[in-house]
């Protein structure tokens, strides 16, 4: 059972599928923003069928084993996190002690593996990449390291489980104002975690060509993008276990779910549309002073009962 | 840390062109720059020079994508210059209407790619979605896109139609709006103040040293724009009335150049509606025979700056002479005085700032291996297309005899 839940439902399988859907979602509503057309339905699957029958180049001055290694590393580590929040949400009994910080390391090593990824690639625009990666990563772990800390104390657990039961008796945790906060301190951190707009410093098209990604072809990009999908269908279902009572998928609650689910992907394509991208210094500055202070203010208020 | 190169170009995302930028850096911080251009070299000049006088224009036009009509409008005063005439009045009302129509396009081409540049591509795409206004203003008035084929020596070769014109008015009143919007969003939005405001500033000093022209070095505060300082056509008159101004700014920075250019296309709106109302009918062509012996000069205020053409005749059919000096050519070497101690994420955006256009500011330059540039004098060149067609001949193994030896 456990392996049909990590491959299929809801794990690799699944999430592959709602990730690239997500990522079409994501084109489509950019495109109606900037008066384009946008891609057809499928888009996303061709091309991602299309890096995988591709050949992979590997550089000279590449470490082949690390450079390979790595996007199979993150690809897994992202399907692991998805399928233990998807598990969670369909039976919250199905929760051991810990496994948001479980969850939240899991979701951290996709980041990591970028960073030794374009390390072992010996490309020097790469090589910058990765450091921007890292500032970044060091960046926004500290507010989000602050909002979790704000709901365990909510909660009183470490459970995810015990955090879906919480809400399901007292109401959602976003339905009060250090919530609010905190939700919103949450959505701009996971906006750079996913690499989007203003926070897509590491693979800026225009200044490092693809960064971080630069080296990488084949079937090693298309783990990478796969990785980077599956990333963004997960963060708004991290989001909703988290603040917004989980995702229920019985009845009627599925289409609330929905709804949830494509209110949140909708705000991640609105700021990433809205928005110039961002220099690191200046980006590792917002995170360390602005966000930082918005999520102690959301920690003090929820501390206080609001 | 140790500093690291980083090439930018030849071929690069980052660039539409073919130029190579070389980044000394250290960490994030550019310490030098070099910029080498001379990829894209196809010999326009010594092309120009075995066409007629009619069909320079033609040639001239396609210098370059955007500025396809200043370079025109600058080679026709050249050839006005030796005829020593004054064009049509109608003529004299249609030449700026095109050019300002132009002006309009380029801005907001360059808005759109500097948006790019800082990953907004929102305004990308509005501005480019705003500049087709124009474009099918160009359509209407003059029958194509791009590449109009208006000018000719002593005149224009096509009428505006009452219809085009009508068109262009409304299309300069929405025109209008989308800049209105624009410039609400590059004074409002805080991000872009943060990425935009400080960063590659060109000191007023500089921009005199380094010879920068047009919308770079106006908001640096060099108050200089041909259309005003050396009037031709209708933009005598329209400065004269107080219809418009030239956009001369403090600041020097990246912000500074967008407010610019921003600034520049609500002038040109002015300009060009000022025209379509005043526009006086009659002929539009003086009727120019031929062109007699002589040399002149022609220079016109293109959207990125000074572009400037020498003509001689001989009194034939063909230019004996024709030299193009366009603006990016002195507007690049501000790099040396912008880029030193700005992030690398800056560099992208200075360069983008002075709106570079290679393909019309290449020349002849031979890089060598040791990274000395030389500049090839008439002799040189002589010299090594002898070189090379003797060389040629060796490998065909058909050199019988040597008729250049007393060249070289």
Redo the contacts between chains.
Sequence with gaps: MAIFYYLIFPGFLFATIAGLLTAWFDRKVTAKVQWRKGPPILQNFYDIFKLLIKEVTIPDTANPTIFLLVPAIALSAASVATAMLGVVNMNWSYTFVGDLIVLWYIMSIPSIMIIIGASASGNPLSSIGASREMNQLIGYELPLVIILATIIFKVGSIGLGDILAYQSVNGPILYSISGVIACIVMIICLQAKLGLVPFDIPEAETELGAGAFMEYSGVALGAFKLTKAILLYTSPIFIITLFWGGIHIHGLGILWAILKYVLFIALFTLIRNTNPRLRIDQSVRFFWITMTILALIAFILMSIGY | MKE???PIGPF???LEEPELFTLKVDG?TVVDVDVRIGWNHRGIEKLSQGLTWDQVPFLIERICGICSTSHPYACVLAMEDILDIKVPPRAQYIRPVVGELERIHSHLLWLGLA????????????AW?YRELTLDSLEKLTGNRNHYAMFKAGGVRRDFSQEAMDFTMNAMNETEKALNMFLGVVSD?P??H??LKGVGVLTYKDAIEYSAIGPTSRPSGVDHDVRRDDPVDAYGPSFDKGVWKPIVLEDGDVFAKAACRILEMFESVKIIRWCIENIPDGEIDAGVKEIPAGEGCGHYEAPRGEVFHYMRSDGSNYPVRHKVRAPTYNNLPTFKATCPGA??????LITASIDPCYCCTERVGVVDNLGTKHILTEDDLTKLSVERTLDVRKKLGKITWNPYAKLL
């Design positions: 690291t190169i980083i690069h995302p980052l994030e948006g790019h540049f800082i990953g907004y591509n929102t305004v990308f795409m509005w979605k939005d991000v872009l943060k990425r992030h690398i994420a800056d560099v992208a």
